[in-house]
């Protein structure tokens, strides 16, 4: 159900409908549970360290190294998604209501905290968190398209039914305040931001995707569809084609790669990120600041991943290290994971371990 991947790229750690806890070792190729009692929205990695971040069924929220040593301890609610900074100073997770907090105990602070809906039980997905390291940013993405303007709805109002920040949003890390909104996704939303905080990527259900750079974040970019090409607002229909769409760059889709987006992951440091089709076992790579997929990369049919079927509560489950260019993905209906190895040089992406 979730999963993270350590900055050393040799370590992951997931959480698993069962409860069960569990670290596989890749270079070794080894795996142990270490708990049977985890949130199972709760596993990932705290970036460039060796060491994990989780939450018992006692709502303890732990980090520890992969050796076992524990870094820190404390309670919290139930958590439907987390993630904290690689100096350990900054904290952020979301509840099941698509409530979003900075910090804990004494220091837990509301960051988007507007409405009951859409929320997890409306929308069958986790509101997603991304980080970025380089730059004082975070982002959140859910559902929907989102057109109010941050100035006219405040981040927090308990009386809000339905939530103003569904969709894509940036926020400051240090402030705690929204930075921008992102337009023009539908439905079900993923997005990522790049380790350097340069870059916004969002796909959804409906197959759009789209791309900001956060220093002209009024600046919105739309990604190729696979087939069509890329969609060209602002200009006049065509005779008897109103779609007036740019193909010029597209390569030819495989068989079985489909734009309806369940994730997007950054696989090599903040240059190339892979994009994950709903119910379908290719990914497609995109080279940050360009609009055209750069090839395709087939998953294996066997065993069948969390991309197989609507699994948009099981995003989390698809985790990588930038870094090192490592995937690990779960699979859709047994306990064990796919790992794969990207090599940036000549573009593959390799199946290098397989437990079923």
Known sequence: MSAGVSGSGRYVITAH???????????????????????????????????????????????????????????????????????????????????????????????LKDGISPSFTGSGKLLNLAMAEGKSYFITAGSGDDNDPIEDYAPIDDGRRFSRYSGVTLWNTDTGKPVAKFQGNSSKTHATISPDGQWVVSADEAGIGLFWNTD??????????????????????????????????????????????????????????????????????????????????????????????????????IATSPETGILAMGHQSSGGISVYQFDPDELTLDRVWVVE
Do not use: C
């Open 216 to 317: 002209r974040p009024d600046v919105r970019h739309r990604l190729a569809r696979y087939h069509s090409g890329i969609y060209l607002e602002d200009t006049p229909f065509e005779t008897g084609d109103p779609r007036n769409r740019d193909k010029s760059g597209l390569i030819e889709a495989p068989r079985g790669a489909h734009d309806f987006t369940i994730a997007v992951a950054f696989i090599h440091n903040s240059e190339y990120y892979l994009r994950f089709g709903n119910n379908s076992h290719m990914a497609a790579l995109f080279k940050t600041g360009s609009p055209w997929p750069v090839k395709y990369f087939d998953l294996g049919e066997s065993p069948k991943l969390v991309t197989y079927g609507s699994n948009y509560d099981r995003n989390t489950a």
């Open 17 to 111: 409908r069962d409860n069960s806890l569990i670290l596989w070792d890749i270079k070794e190729e080894k795996w142990k549970t270490l708990n049977e009692k985890a949130n199972i929205y709760s596993a990932t990695f705290v970036p460039n360290r060796d060491a994990f971040l989780w939450q018992d069924l006692n709502d303890q929220v732990k980090v520890q190294t992969v050796t076992g040593e524990e870094l820190l301890n404390f309670n919290h609610f139930p958590t439907y998604g987390h993630l904290m900074s690689s100096d350990m100073a900054t904290y952020v997770s979301a509840d099941q209501e698509w409530n979003v907090f900075t910090g804990y105990g004494d220091n837990k602070t509301p960051v």
